[in-house]
């Protein structure tokens, strides 16, 4: 199993961006799909956008398209979300998560992933 790592949270104003990236160390990374998941206060943690562990597939949650970009480098371990026009809705401590099987459309709920990091807040201001 891979542990990610998250970083790259902090307080932003409405309309701004910040970039999230999360190190996963431990077995062959690019054999790992990678997904980001969010938890607001008093609500279920929600799924955001996945990749695929060679990086061709992306998945994203509706309320993010078009705004979040995920990426990958296979060569750093590491994955990222660049997230822009951040609104009063994206407030959430945000996870990086790792699926050791292959990704789909149905494959995108928490329970779908393995291992999980700590997470990072993430704070939009008006």
């Known amino acids: 199993q891979v542990q990610p790592v998250e970083s790259g949270g902090g307080l932003v104003q409405a309309g701004g961006s910040l970039r999230l990236s999360c190190a996963a160390s431990?077995?062959?990374?690019?054999?790992?799909?990678m997904g980001w998941f969010r938890q607001a206060p008093g609500k279920e943690r929600e799924f955001v956008a996945a990749?695929?562990?060679?990086?061709?597939?992306?998945y994203y949650a509706d309320s993010v398209k078009g705004r979040f970009t995920i990426s990958r480098e296979n060569a750093k371990d590491t994955v990222h979300m660049q997230m822009n026009s951040l609104n009063p809705d994206d407030p959430a401590v945000y996870y990086c998560a790792a699926r050791c099987f292959g990704l789909e459309h149905f494959t995108l709920r928490p329970a779908d992933f393995g291992s999980w990091g700590q997470g990072t807040q993430v704070t939009v201001s008006s």
């Open positions: 431990g077995r062959t990374f690019s054999g790992y799909a």
């Open positions: 990749i695929s562990g060679s990086g061709t597939v992306t």
